[in-house]
C-alpha cells in the first residue's frame, strides 16, 4: 500500500510545475496581427513588334523573356478587290527562331475579321509565319510582364 505522506513531496512538485506552466503561457508575447493579403499580380503588356501585309510573310525574330504572348490581328478587304472576302484566309504560327520549328498555331481565320491569340510558351527567340490569301492583315505582338 502507498502511503500518503510519501506522496505529499511528488504532488506539492506537480504542482508547482502546473503552476509554473500556466504562469509562463499566459507571459507569452500576442501573436502579431495577421498581415495584409499580398496584391494579386497585375499583368501588362510591351509590344514586340507590329506588321501588316497581304500574302504569305515571316517576321524577323524576336525574343521573349516570358513566352507568354498576346498576339492582336485584323484581316480585311479593299474596296473593289475582286476576290469575296468569305474566300479570304488568314493563320499565324509561332516559330522557334533557333531551331525553325513550329511551336503554335495562334490563328486560323477565314474571311476577314479581326481577334486575339495567344502563345504560351516557355522563354524564347521567335519568328511568326503568316499564311494567307485574299486579304490584307495587321497584326501585333505583345509579351506579357507580371508587375
Not at 12 to 35: D, K
Not at 40 to 62: C, D, I, K
Not at 109 to 131: C, I, K, L, N, R
Amino acid at each position: 500500500m502507498v502511503d500518503a505522506r510519501s506522496l505529499r513531496p511528488h504532488l506539492a512538485t506537480l504542482v508547482i510545475a502546473l503552476a509554473a506552466s500556466c504562469a509562463a503561457a499566459g507571459c507569452r508575447r500576442p501573436a502579431p496581427p495577421p498581415q495584409k493579403p499580398a496584391a494579386a499580380p497585375t499583368v501588362a503588356y510591351h509590344q514586340l513588334g507590329s506588321w501588316s501585309g497581304r500574302g504569305n510573310r515571316q517576321t524577323e525574330s524576336f525574343t521573349s523573356d516570358t513566352g507568354a504572348l498576346r498576339i492582336s490581328w485584323e484581316t480585311t478587304v479593299q474596296p473593289g478587290d475582286a476576290a469575296s472576302p468569305a474566300r479570304g484566309a488568314f493563320k499565324i504560327t509561332a516559330h522557334s527562331a533557333i531551331s525553325g520549328r513550329p511551336l503554335q498555331e495562334v490563328v486560323d481565320s477565314t474571311g476577314v475579321g479581326s481577334g486575339v491569340g495567344y502563345v504560351q510558351q516557355d522563354p524564347h527567340v521567335f519568328y511568326v509565319v503568316v499564311d494567307s490569301s485574299h486579304v490584307n492583315w495587321t497584326f501585333t505582338v505583345e509579351e506579357a510582364v507580371v508587375y
